[in-house]
């Protein structure tokens, strides 16, 4: 069995009982990089030297018995949304392509306190605009189980690098289903928090009320662990709340008996592919087996999620990005004729054009005389989202559905229909405009071999159900990865 087989915790596990060190971990993750990446593209930013040097030094804390945390001197690779101070991160954008932070996100600190050693940084829709990971300014992420394929997105290379074995676990961001939607077409496990779990704190903002900062990883039991490790109270944050609660990984339990998962009829109807939906099912008969109790029932106001998430997205995203402006830092238009037309041309050739759709959509929704008719009802229809749910959750532990409606497109077909890319958001987005916890699972594949994942997901502060449902699924079948994860150098 090679090292990159292993997942996180068993790599923790043997680096703890000196089977192999840290350094050697990376070694191997860089090779994998090498012999794969040029394919995949799940990197914008791989710091070779950074990773071998901070693995000794890890390596030697590990040793002294300072650090003894279940993930020291596990490998791992961070969404380019998020600050690492010293490394470039540039939301895949070409307005930030030189763009090295003097700080590093919470979440980044945190997982460099439990030892994690950062590889690099993983390709992105342009400031996570995006389901494909082909906004990208830097080239398109292609899926590893077929480089014809797209990952998802936005968290699209963070889902590729593991599911290609380039990292042991990643970081992504999650404002719409973009931990969740990618981590479903790669074959991977993905976690979306409760809103406030994990600090937002250096990440950079698309939807300040949506993102979340969660977990991609090989299995449950990883994506738990990893929870923990970044889950804290911080002042920096505003949202940030104070939690007694992130012990997630107690919920690693393979017992499901007498949990309530409940299925909703309006995710199984139109649109829905047959094969994901047979996959899906037949994940809920396997917890059934186990002892869960398993009902249909319908949820409601599914159709106005999508309207009223891209309407409060594109309003956020106007406001976040006018900071953008070719003043301080990132690019600026070599020729332009006073401060306004500089404001112009570094925008105008700085952004893609699916950032400049939102800017534009985001900017018309938030002025006067369409505020009130657009804005305003589409916050209400997001507190009525929340009341459907909080009425789901009366009786329900659990609502599992799909994560997507088909498995992963070819590439360049969404990206010709904008509408068609935000359509296949349908089944995510409600969970960020309730602020609920979510999780991808893979359950399965189609007839052309792509992975299909179902969700599960919890009410607010309950990550500890849908971590119990997740594990205890995942023991009724092996981990798979693509075959092309296999070869890495001198193989």
Not at 15 to 43: F, M, N, P, W
Not at 204 to 225: E, H, M, N, R
Request: hydrophobic letters at 35%; proline letters at 4%; glycine letters at 10%.
């Amino acid at each position: 069995m090679s090292i990159l087989d292993l997942t996180a915790l068993e790599l923790g596990k043997k680096i703890k009982e000196k089977e192999i060190t840290a350094v050697e971990a990376v070694q191997e993750s860089l090779a994998q990089i090498r012999a794969l990446d040029g394919s995949v593209h799940a990197y914008v930013t791989v710091d070779e030297e950074g990773a071998l040097k901070r693995a000794q030094e890890v390596q030697q804390q590990i040793e002294a018995g300072t650090l003894t945390g279940p993930l020291a001197g596990v490998p791992t690779a961070i969404k380019d949304n998020m600050c690492t101070e010293g490394m470039l991160t540039t939301c895949s954008s070409k307005i930030l392509y030189n763009f090295k932070p003097t700080y590093s996100a919470e979440a980044v600190l945190n997982l460099e306190k439990a030892g994690a050693v950062i590889l690099g940084k993983t390709n992105m829709d342009e400031f996570a605009m995006g389901s494909t990971t082909e906004t990208s300014a830097f080239g398109v992420t292609r899926n590893p189980w077929n480089p014809e394929h797209v990952p998802g997105g936005s968290s699209g290379g963070s889902c590729a690098a593991v599911s290609a074995k380039e990292c042991f676990y990643a970081l992504g961001s999650d404002t719409g289903g973009s931990i969740r939607q990618p981590s479903s077409f790669c074959g991977v496990t993905g976690i979306k928090p409760t809103y406030g779990t994990v600090s937002r704190y250096g990440l950079i903002a698309y939807g300040s009320s949506l993102d979340q900062i969660g977990p991609v990883a090989k299995d449950v039991s990883d994506c738990a662990t990893i929870l923990e490790a970044i889950s804290s109270y911080d002042r920096k944050d505003s949202t940030s709340i104070k939690r007694e609660d992130t012990d997630f990984t107690s919920a690693l339990v393979d017992d499901v008996k007498g949990l309530k998962i409940g299925i909703p009829r309006d995710y199984f109807g139109e649109g829905l592919d047959a094969e994901v939906s047979q996959a899906v099912l037949d994940a809920a008969k396997a917890l059934e087996a186990k002892g869960a109790v398993v009902e249909e029932f319908d949820l409601s106001l599914v159709d106005y999620a999508i309207p009223a998430y891209y309407v409060i997205a594109a309003a956020e995203a106007s406001s976040n990005l006018a900071r953008f402006d070719g003043v301080k830092y990132g690019y600026r238009a070599e020729e332009y004729e006073g401060l306004h037309n500089m404001y112009k041309k570094s925008r105008s050739e700085g952004f893609g054009p699916e950032v400049k759709r939102r800017i534009m959509l985001g900017s018309f929704v938030l002025s006067s005389g369409y505020y009130d008719a657009y804005y305003l009802k589409a916050l209400r229809t997001k507190a009525l989202i929340k009341k459907a749910f909080d009425k789901a959750f009366e009786k329900y532990d659990v609502i599992l559905g799909p994560a997507a409606p088909t498995t992963a497109p070819r590439l360049g077909e969404s990206l010709s229909d904008p509408l068609k890319m935000y359509l296949g958001d349908i089944y995510t987005i409600s969970v960020n405009l309730a602020g609920l916890p979510g999780m991808t699972v893979p359950c399965g594949k189609d007839k052309a071999g792509l992975p299909i994942g179902m969700q599960l997901i919890g009410d607010c502060f309950k990550e500890k159900n849908i971590i119990r449902a997740g594990y205890a699924f995942e023991k009724t079948r092996t981990y798979e990865s693509p075959a092309l994860a296999g070869r890495s150098e001198g193989k």
